[in-house]
T-cell receptor, first 113, second 112 residues
Framework: SQQGEEDPQALSIQEGENATMNCSYK?????LQWYRQNSGRGLVHLIL?????REKHSGRLRVTLDTSKKSSSLLITASRAADTASYFC?????????????FGKGTKLSVIP | NAGVTQTPKFRVLKTGQSMTLLCAQD?????MYWYRQDPGMGLRLIHY???????AKGEVPDGYNVSRLKKQNFLLGLESAAPSQTSVYFC???????????FGPGTRLTVL
């Protein structure tokens, strides 16, 4: 079963605007990760946020994590056409032996030049 | 540094045929994974390995077998392919179980 669920399923914005994607999950986690997938390609890791962190930045990316609400958001600022891709959140289970990541179904972002 | 590579990139099989997908990584990672990605389903874990000589079942293991005879290679086998196994298969590796996963470019498999 899917642990993380992204929202919205699809998002279309103009170049230069900000894009916000949300992820909700069901059980306790150690970490939450965000990945990007360009059409027909493998996934590329963007950022990892640990369960004891609330916010993390990487370039134009800002990720927040609210463990009380079991949710995370990914903000891409000043979007570019090259940001067009699908974005996935991935969660692990808390506790020892949590070797698996569970991926959501993704948000498809289209940035219009 | 090639990262994670997958062979082949594309394959068409007839129902009942068998094949093996090869994944190789040159990052000395202990953990390796096989996923399948279907439209609207996201990625689902088929099997994974936490080290050379070990394998374990993921979310959707039926119809697949795996082997990890060498640390750098993780093989996914389909003994008797079915149309339901038409999918894009991704291999990934990581240093630890909760770490960043590095993905290969994928294998697009069609079973007729």
């Amino acid at each position: 079963s899917q642990q993380g669920e992204e929202d919205p399923q699809a998002l279309s914005i103009q170049e230069g605007e900000n894009a916000t994607m949300n992820c909700s999950y069901k059980t306790s986690i150690n970490n939450l990760q965000w990945y990007r997938q360009n059409s027909g390609r493998g996934l590329v890791h963007l950022i990892l946020i640990r369960s004891n962190e609330r916010e993390k930045h990487s370039g134009r990316l800002r990720v927040t994590l609210d463990t009380s609400k079991k949710s995370s958001s990914l903000l891409i600022t000043a979007s570019r056409a090259a940001d067009t891709a699908s974005y996935f959140c991935a969660t692990d289970g808390s506790g020892a032996g949590s070797y698996q990541l569970t991926f959501g179904k993704g948000t498809k972002l289209s940035v219009i030049p | 540094n090639a990262g994670v590579t997958q062979t082949p990139k594309f394959r068409v099989l007839k129902t009942g045929q068998s094949m093996t997908l090869l994944c190789a990584q040159d990052m000395n990672h202990e953990y390796m994974y096989w996923y399948r990605q279907d439209p609207g389903m996201g990625l689902r874990l088929i099997h994974y390995s936490v080290g050379e000589g070990t394998t374990a079942k993921g979310e959707v293991p039926d119809g697949y077998n795996v082997s990890r005879l060498k640390k750098q290679n993780f093989l996914l086998g389909l003994e008797s392919a079915a149309p339901s196994q038409t999918s894009v298969y991704f291999c990934a590796s990581s240093y630890s179980g909760v770490d960043t996963q590095y993905f290969g470019p994928g294998t697009r498999l069609t079973v007729l």
